[in-house]
């Protein structure tokens, strides 16, 4: 844990690492114990400060008829690890490619480290995995990945790129002889050949599977820990539980919730109570508890999910029952998503 | 860019096949036209013998198969696997992406305008003067261009299954309207009237001339800068066009 910790300080003060570095340092390592709080305190003090790697203001985006991003407002800052979560056609990947500066917006404005998208990246400052991009054929991993050096201006070794990509072993293979997993291997390395302050990744993990999966995350954590940014879309919602720092949920092209996955889970109810209660029992009552996001009473079941589980539960012995198997269940953040694009779509309906 | 470059000419260079297509394709079609003509009887209206006048036509036909072929296929497919959107994501300008194509096509298309050079010279003791020989290179290589510009304008306008078929037709329909693969002489008259202003066939004439020591016609070279100027600029507009929607 020491790593994250460290990294996230460093970042605060993009401009300042030789002189801020040592004593952040010292600082980190005896607050470790915390790291969550350490890292939500030190984001709050250092927005103020720094320009934001990443600055939407209400951008918007239309397809004919269709609002691909609708009055979209964000900002992402150094060292965050963000992931973008949504259903398909909530507006992701328009999204990134409009940070990306790969199409243009409608209205609004994408700054991208206080400069356009496309002076970020003639900069050297961002590398991108694309799920829609493609790759060089007919030419081998290595090529392309040398190519990929020379191009950005801050370039790594490409022998180093491709051991950190994983993908040394393949480096001789032809790129149109990849496996799924293999190609995304590229991909990364592709948008990891030089010192990005920001790396953007959409759905990198797609074709994985499991143990490749949880091998790409390794790789990427080394990434934020060298202290960038990282944004990245994923369908995995596990994986934007377990390795972001914050997460954007994104419905129809509007941000419904920006958060820690704790608060987003918190945000939709996040956590389920079921009992059995025996005999005659008060239905209204029940539906009256606080805190209740939904209730569902099938004979003599009750399930509830809570915004706060401990306040509801009190709040079922107050009404002078005996609840039997209780059991109170923190709910996936995948749920919680479910929970809350449901909540939303109720309310525009 | 010039990692791109060189990637792509690395590229190009290792295709078997289509070096195969369009370096020894040429230079085969070039003996099987002219093989059994002896070098005395003369091409109606140009003054050159059969196998003077194919080798040029032939070493043109090898240098539009080189860029007109591989180019206009690979950009579509390029264009939709996505390599162009991870391009944009790179330092490389935006002309960088077609000037390594370009270039990639003008690397195969060098070896095919010499093969059937080669071959000719050996077989069908074709003998011209040395400065011909350099004019007809560098002539035919650089008249390439407008064809290479064409590719590219194709890549960029048609996508996925209907890209081939599009470029054959074209391919072909230049090829044979140009008189690359017969002299336009033995069409009939309103034909000849069309394929004076065919690209192809001021491409052509421009070897021709040289081979009979003369300088390229004005003419000729007149509607290959149009046709280049219309073929760059529509190349240019569809890459524009593709960028904005990608």
């Avoid at chain 1, 004919?64 to 056609?89: F, K, M, Q, Y």
């Avoid at chain 2, 202003?197 to 003419?219: D, F, K, M, N, R």
Wanted: with cysteine; hydrophobic share 45%.
């Amino acid at each position: 844990m020491t790593e994250p910790a460290l990294r996230r300080t460093e970042l605060r003060t993009p401009h300042e690492h030789d002189i801020c570095h040592p004593v952040l340092r010292t600082v980190d390592t005896a607050g470790r114990t915390t790291p969550t709080a350490t890292i939500d305190h030190m984001t709050t003090t250092a927005t103020a400060t720094t320009t934001p790697v990443v600055g939407f203001d209400q951008v918007s985006k239309t397809y004919g008829s269709v609002r691909a991003v609708d009055g979209l407002s964000l900002e992402l800052h150094p060292g965050e690890t963000v992931a973008l979560l949504g259903p398909n056609g909530a507006g992701k990947s328009t999204t990134l490619d409009l940070l990306l500066g790969l199409k243009h917006a409608d209205s609004g404005s994408v700054r991208v480290f206080g400069t356009t998208p496309r002076e970020a990246i003639v900069a050297g400052r961002v590398g991108a995995m694309l799920q829609s991009g493609g790759l060089m054929e007919e030419v081998t991993v290595a090529e392309l990945v040398r190519l990929a050096c020379a191009l950005h201006p801050k370039r790594f070794k490409a022998d180093d790129v491709l051991a950190r990509a994983g993908i040394a072993q393949i480096a001789d293979r032809k790129v149109n002889k990849l496996s799924g997993g293999q190609a995304q291997r590229v991909r990364f390395a592709l948008a990891t050949a030089g010192d990005s302050d920001l790396i953007v990744l959409d759905e990198p993990t797609t074709g994985m599977d499991v143990s490749a999966r949880q091998a790409f995350w390794a790789t990427m954590r080394e990434q934020a820990d060298q202290g960038r940014t990282v944004l990245f879309a994923t369908h995995y919602l596990e994986e934007a539980d377990a390795i972001a720092d914050r997460v954007l949920v994104l419905h129809r092209g509007r941000l419904l919730a920006d958060g820690t996955a704790a608060e987003i889970k918190a945000k939709a109810g996040a956590r389920r109570v079921s009992f059995d209660l025996e005999g005659e029992f008060d239905q209204a009552a029940l539906r009256a508890l606080p805190f209740l996001t939904s209730i569902d009473i099938s004979g003599q079941t009750v399930r509830i999910q809570s915004s706060d589980a401990d306040a509801t539960v009190h709040a079922v012995y107050g009404l002078g029952v005996y609840p039997r198997n209780l059991e109170v269940a923190g709910l996936g953040l995948e749920q919680a998503f479910v929970a809350i694009t449901e909540a939303e779509e109720a309310k525009q309906s | 860019m010039n990692s791109l470059i060189k990637l792509e000419l690395a590229r190009a260079l290792r295709n078997r096949k289509f070096l195969f297509f369009s370096v020894i394709y040429p230079a085969a079609l070039f003996l099987l036209i002219a093989g059994k003509a002896d070098s005395t009887t003369k091409v109606d209206g140009s003054g050159l013998t059969l196998p003077t006048y194919m080798m040029v036509s032939m070493a043109s036909f090898g240098a539009l198969t080189a860029v007109l072929l591989g180019n206009s296929e690979r950009i579509a497919k390029e264009r939709e696997n996505g390599w162009v959107r991870q391009l944009r994501l790179t330092t490389l300008p935006g002309r960088g992406y077609v000037l390594a194509k370009t270039a990639g096509a003008a690397v195969v298309s060098l070896p095919s305008i010499v093969v059937v050079f080669v071959v000719a010279a050996a077989v069908k003791h074709v003998r011209l003067d040395a400065w011909q020989w350099l004019a007809l290179t560098g002539a035919i290589w650089a008249g390439s261009l407008v064809f290479a510009a064409l590719g590219v304008a194709i890549g960029y306008l048609a996508s996925g299954d209907a890209v081939r078929p599009i470029t054959m037709i074209i391919y072909f329909g230049l090829s044979i309207l140009g008189g690359l693969w017969m002299p336009t002489t033995t069409f009939p008259d309103w034909l000849q009237s069309i394929t004076k202003w065919v690209p192809t066939h001021a491409y052509a004439a421009l070897g021709q001339a040289i081979e009979q020591s003369e300088a390229p016609h004005t003419q000729d070279i007149a509607i290959l800068v149009v046709f280049f100027v219309l073929f760059a600029g529509g190349a240019a507009w569809l890459y524009r066009k593709d960028t904005l929607k990608a």
